[in-house]
Nanobody, 117 residues
Framework: QVQLVESGGGLVQAGGSLRLSCVASTAIARVVGMGWYRQAPGKQRELLAHITSNDRSTNYADSVKGRFTISRDNASNTMYLQMNNLKPEDTAVYYC??????????WGQGTRVTVSS
């Protein structure tokens, strides 16, 4: 089973920044689409951003567009999410996984982000 380990979360004031990392136990170079998700309290898990392996094209949810940047380093099997201008509504547990819901691996433990106003 693939293991995903997310890190980099924490407590930050509104307007601040965080950089999340996710290391996969498998080679992600062969995975066409990888993504970052989040789950806020009482809400469903949502796909925030995804990135393709070949041309590194990206796509973002409207709620984070222009503030978050997804990237991937296939050589180290690592995903990143740079989060700028954080808002209280970004408070959630963040996860990485395949971008295709039909091909999802087991979820990691996630990393918690708390944004204070």
């Amino acid at each position: 089973q693939v293991q995903l380990v997310e890190s980099g979360g924490g407590l930050v004031q509104a307007g601040g920044s965080l950089r999340l990392s996710c290391v996969a136990s498998t080679a992600i170079a062969r995975v066409v689409g990888m993504g970052w998700y989040r789950q806020a309290p009482g809400k469903q898990r949502e796909l925030l951003a995804h990135i393709t392996s070949n041309d590194r094209s990206t796509n973002y949810a409207d709620s984070v567009k222009g503030r978050f940047t997804i990237s991937r380093d296939n050589a180290s099997n690592t995903m990143y999410l740079q989060m700028n201008n954080l808002k209280p509504e970004d408070t959630a547990v963040y996860y990485c996984n395949r971008a295709d819901w039909n091909l999802i691996w087991n979820w990691g433990q996630g990393t918690r982000v708390t944004v204070s106003s």
